[in-house]
């Protein structure tokens, strides 16, 4: 994302922008936090706004910090419009996309009634909470957790193939021997109490009753519990391998000798191995 | 699985053939791809047939899919049969005897009328999905998991007795305790219950209500959550263990110049590379 | 288990012995198989005679089956007395004791009415499946786990300590939060709570219902969470070290200058690297 | 915490302060076993004290345990104040703060009425246990596990940050979904159940009733499936890391024999094993 001003552009615009954008002076590390604590804040707001006891008692108040918080967040987005190079650029990326997200939803409120989907959308606003991973000693550590997971996805994707599979024979089958009764309703029910509990959650929502389903049932769970083995394992033993480091001193001499074109001398050697004449 | 057509047989033959069973061909993949689309679909459209007020509505346009997948699948198992150099062989083997039990169920329904349990047989064209695998990457991760597991399946197959006889031991122990009251009404359902518990899924349809059955429960549980640690650590090591490679070529020569005394030779040298003396 | 016959008893005493307690020649396999298979079959008859409708229905069959297992294990057990050398230290070993209270519940239904108690003992018979370890690929495998298991026992005891205190700790406030209501109706309550919520299974039978009582079960879910890295992880990496391998060829020669009295010369030294003295 | 005392302090105090403080002999081993033993009784008895039907039998026994406890536990806090160089430096450290509050519910009965709350500080004693690792082989035990979860602390939060993120951008995306029904009624009680559905704990007393529910609930739990990987494959590769030894001496000097041509001598050799000659 090419945004950051030239060295041409005024003093303050660079200043701004190291400021808001970056995390490597102490000025940009304090802007990031209060940032967070800003949004962490004002996700706590939405989230007690929707307990009816609080919100009939404190919603004035809520509200009132609701759209404090909108505003600072519109003050933020228009800082960040104004000191990057590009403003389109920036407001077509995924984080400029999330800044203003993080206000349209109060803004709504004034035009339409029914705002609750919107709900949704303020709290993506926690998204930006990651902004926090460029600080410091976390850059290194969200890196090798990403790049473990990548570079196991392939590993995950065939399991996760195979579990899917898994879990849409066994529903059907538990579809077909409950008999459409105890709650396994459809196909669909079915799977989804397989999912429920091959990953171990086990709600208890929908249990099999039969002997055949629960006999079923004991099957897919010692096997939901012989599989989680090996997710972990993938991610183990990737996380365990060793970093691939700085590459070796090369092996050979990097020269060919001038009568018979061999290569690959030792780093040291002086004649050629192959016809003994001087390198 | 030597069914592949000898190079005698005509050019069309061959060319289906690598169109329809290998994917190393933009055709044959394609062709797996568009395979693999259809039997998803077709999965999905049993799925929805299963739910009540789906059905009610859409049940005429999900049959009319229904048979038109079933004859996409015939006409493919059909070029299967044709394509082959040994018809028998393939429809003996297991993808074939899955690729003919896909398109039976639909023509079951014609003359039978409780085809509920053909439902399953339906849902195993899934197990055709992994024929994915065949495609690039996949290949080995496959069978980089398979291979582990393989690895593994004695100390698995250890774990498992293990676990099989504590379940059993202490289902009969809590149908005892719990006095075949709250659910324990035989050492099977016990013995369920164990399983349930064990793995961590804890439905909750039965659960300990005495104070003697809640601490055994406690116990096994503890056990159970220690206990996971061991396939886990099996399948982590497993994969972890760095794989076997061919044992290097010598890196030097076992020879010493009989002029400069110098060692450490290419294998392959001839001439010393410290003083261009032949070896 | 100094049991075994002397080389000066009878041939057949030996033979016998080698049969019954051994399993390295074929008899000796098929006895143990066949063993395993009764001993799977009378617990099958235990637990298919503790459901009503098949007690109901086949109870007299079932008696006849469970009389005959409980015939063919009491001559086994006399076998076994005979042919060893000290039947008592026999009789007194763990193996012993559990060969012998596979034959007591059945014949204590002759004198006692309730012997539903001894049911459980019935399926401790299904200890003796652990003898098929003793079999084949399996030694190597089993003690595999144990030896990982036993080395990891001190911290697998320091991690249990750990969550204990957390769950009695956590168990007693939820009492207190909750006020002794919505099922945490004591502390051992709450601390069976405590066990089901951090070991992940997860009833549903006591859950909290206060709002705080459900933000500190969500802290203790997700310390569980992480907290089930810990075992996994100690098992893991205590699999994943390398095993201690044979000795390697000694590094120096076993020899003493008798000179100077240095040791630790080269393999092939053939003088003495301090004094120069021929060795 | 330097509090021990200096040579100076007269024998006995000395020799009391390596009894209740150390437990490198085997008289402050017995201390310590003693108090552990102390410890897990009187919380023993806080719990059925806590049990109606217990308290009402056997409450004025427990009672008495119990001040009979609060001495014990009271004497010793005194001899650990009277022992220690820095009466107020141990006092204010955290075992000495935990070290007080053992004896303080017992006492506040007298003054206070209410003492439920009290109730939690009691089973605080359990702490205490915590003194055990200082026993022999568990010192090195513990800290590994302790250096293996320092060493993953970033690592860790930045997993746990992960999760929080995705727990309340799902718990809202539910409360929506659901429309505030079926347990669903606030956004907290939304992210309390994502909390008890991605550690898989499971209890089903809030569970989707909606097919779009059920569905996205399908989703998270198959990620926490997943995420569970994470954690696990963190903890594992740093325990499974070898610790850092001193770099190993060299094993051969780098020095030729001026005669021989011979390598590879003793780092101290002053002669050469091959033809004597001095170095």
Redo the contacts between chains.
Sequence with gaps: MDIQPHDTEPRWKRKAYSVIFESDTPAGRAFDIALLVAIVLS?LA???E???SIDAQYGYYLRIIEWGFTTLFALEYIARLVVVRRPLTYALSLLGIIDFLAIVPTLATLVLSGS??L??I???R??R??R??KLG??VG??E??VT??KASR??????????F?LI??VG??M??VEGGQNGF?????S??WA???????????I?PVT?LG??L??VL??M???I??????????????PRPTAAPAPLYKQVICHVCQAG???P???????????L
Tied chains: 1, 2, 3, 4.
Excluded at 154 to 163: D, G, H, Q, R
Excluded at 229 to 236: F, L, R
Excluded at 268 to 276: H, I, L, M, S, V
Aim: charged share 15%; glycine share 6%; aromatic share 12%.
């Design positions: 996700v939405v989230m007690l929707s307990v009816h609750r989907y709900l949704v303020r709290t993506l926690l998204l909470v990651f926090i991973f000693q976390f550590e969200g090798f957790i473990a997971l392939f590993k995950i994707l065939v399991f996760l193939t195979a579990v599979t849409i024979v059907t089958l579809y077909v309703t459809s196909i669909p029910k799977v989804y999912v429920v509990t091959v990953t171990t959650v086990g709600y208890g929502d249990s002997v629960q006999a049932a004991s769970m010692i939901g519990y012989a989680i083995a090996v997710p972990t394992g993938i991610v183990s033993a990737q996380m365990a391998a690959d001398h030792r040291d050697a002086e004649y050629c191995w192959r016809c003994g004449e001087k």
